[in-house]
């Protein structure tokens, strides 16, 4: 089956428009037998809403997988959503939308969609199930249903390609979620017939359990079910890529004669000479209401050059991840391509957020230039932090300090600093001159944001105590023996001030200076024997605090 959308005859069938022009809408109820009951309505948020590019980035709350389809087109839909069961209007919904038009008459014509699927799973039967229908109906011939595809999607964990959600939103219970998968409508049995697409999506007949679905129809007039089909200059290989969401694939030659390759990427080193032909027959899971279909393809020679380079390993932090959509990431490749992320060899599994990947493993970026040239390439993720290993300091006596920069072998490509605190908060303005011991913290820091802070124990013995001492006595006359008052001060003390007072109050006597003494006169004169009174100010410069010392010093003449 060749492929070819449908051009002029479907406008707005993708929502390239970013509206609902010529499709309809409709909203109302499921009944207690499952019987869907709608009415035309206008499309509203909860009900039926257009997703677009301001939604880029945000995932499904069950699924976990990008509300915008991964392929590309910047528009698609919701149909349905969560429940409110607080408010019994919002239950039990059904929600449609359809489209009509007017299959080409001539030539095999096929239309490709994309869905993904949310639907919880009560203890119901299954005709009360929160249900995702997809019928097309030949409208010429009397609502005729066409019966391939056509899909009827009940929860469960035996459908086909779904899976249980984990999500902290699911709470225990039983919610399962279908990834973005394709579909295929062949249309080569109904040219010139008028045909109709019918979405929708239904919650549980009894009212308390939701079911929704995000679509969107192929709105590119140059897309086509198999990718990869052409190669440019300098390519030693090219890989046919089969459309996604299918059970098996089989590879042929053009007249379907020879099977060539089995699984859903083909990759033929040396490229085929240009305009060689290939079939590909596509098997669907059972019991989803898919055909078999057979799909051709033709492999083009492209006369550009063409060049996908990947770096072999990204780094990146564990709580931030590795970013591959870094330019430094694809540095060489050629201009103009457009980069699409995987996990899987094949390029069939998106990468949902590729510019923050926090499970390392290898990945796998695709390029592909406006001729359609195509490349898919590895890349390996891996993350850590910054390695730090601290060296054990010895104990030494103050006055000497220990340098913190000096307690580890640096790194180039690191940074580093210094703190008080485990959290890295009071930052260390002397950490080349510790002097004091305690357990001290070196953060290292990456160029891309990541950090690791390790403490390093300092052991610095103190300085004795000081002491600051004074005679109770003195007697200046001359003899050679006790003729001068002064401090004796030990230990680590900065001089500040000394003051002498008589009984009055007076200062009569005042020094900054440590070597400076008091030899009992005032102003040139003698003064008499009697009590006074010395005050000394001074500094603790090991433990930063301030001296105070004051004593009586009796004069004797």
């Known amino acids: 089956m060749g492929f070819k959308a449908l051009g002029q005859t479907t406008p707005n069938i993708g929502f390239e428009n970013g509206n609902f022009d010529n499709w309809q809408c409709f909203t109302g109820s499921v009944d207690v037998t499952g019987n869907i009951i709608v009415a035309p309505s206008q499309a509203s948020p909860g009900r039926i809403a257009l997703i677009g590019p301001e939604s880029t980035g945000l995932l499904d709350p069950y699924g976990l997988f990008p509300i915008n389809c991964p392929n590309g087109s910047k528009y698609c839909v919701k149909l349905g959503d969560i429940l409110n069961t607080a408010d019994p209007s919002t239950t039990k919904k059904a929600d449609r939308i359809s489209y009509t038009f007017t299959a080409p008459s001539v030539g095999p014509y096929s239309i490709i969609f994309n869905y993904a699927v949310v639907l919880e799973d009560p203890p119901h039967l299954s005709y009360q199930q929160p249900a995702f229908t997809v019928y097309v109906y030949d409208v010429t011939d009397g609502d005729k249903l066409i019966e391939c595809p056509a899909f009827d999607f009940v929860p469960g964990i035996s459908l086909p390609g779904f899976k249980l959600s984990t999500a902290a939103g699911a709470k ?141 390993t990204v780094l990146g932090c564990p709580d931030l991840g590795a970013d591959l959509t870094a330019a430094a990431v694809t540095a060489g490749s050629s201009d103009g391509m457009t980069l699409s992320y995987y996990t899987d060899s094949l390029g069939t599994v998106y990468l949902y957020q590729p510019n923050a990947v926090k499970s390392a493993g290898t990945y796998y970026i695709r390029g592909i230039n406006k001729e359609g040239c195509m490349n898919l390439l590895p890349v390996y993720v891996k993350l850590s932090l910054p390695s730090l290993d601290i060296i054990e300091t010895r104990a030494v006596d103050y006055p000497i300090t220990v340098d913190l920069s000096k307690t580890f072998v640096p790194q180039a490509g690191l940074t580093y600093s210094y703190y008080s605190d485990a959290n890295g908060t009071l930052p260390l303005t002397n950490y080349t001159a510790i002097k004091y011991g305690g357990t001290y913290y070196i953060k290292a820091a990456s160029s891309l944001g990541c950090s690791v802070i390790e403490p390093v124990i300092v052991t610095i013995h103190p300085p004795p105590p000081y002491t600051v001492t004074a005679p109770n006595t003195f007697t200046p006359n001359n003899d050679g023996v006790n003729d001068h008052f002064s401090l004796a001060i030990t230990g680590k003390v900065a001089f500040i001030d000394l003051k002498i ?19 009992g006169n005032y102003n040139n004169k003698n003064l008499p024997s009697g009590t006074y009174y010395w005050v000394f100010d001074g500094e603790d410069n090991y433990n930063n605090v301030k001296i105070k010392k004051s004593g009586p010093i009796t004069l004797i003449r």
């Open 501 to 519: 007072f008589n009984r009055n109050g007076q200062v009569i006597f005042d020094t900054k200076s440590e070597g400076d003494f008091w030899d």
């Open 172 to 312: 225990g219970n039983s919610i399962y979620y279908k990834d973005w998968s394709t579909a295929i409508i062949d249309l080569r049995a109904y040219p010139g017939k008028t045909i109709r697409l019918e979405f929708t999506a239904n919650d549980c007949t009894l009212g308390g359990h939701f079911g929704y679905a995000y679509i969107d129809v192929q709105d590119d007039s140059s897309s086509k079910p198999i990718t990869g089909n052409a190669y440019c200059l300098g390519q030693n290989s090219v890989t046919l890529y089969a459309p996604v969401g299918f059970s098996d694939y089989f590879w042929y030659t053009a007249d379907m004669s020879k099977q060539l390759h089995h699984g859903a990427s083909y990759t033929i080193s040396p490229p085929p000479p240009n305009n060689t032909g290939y079939g590909l027959q596509i098997l669907p899971y059972p019991d989803l209401g898919e055909c078999v279909d057979t799909l051709y393809t033709v492999v083009n020679q492209i006369n550009e050059g063409f060049k996908l380079a990947v770096k072999d």
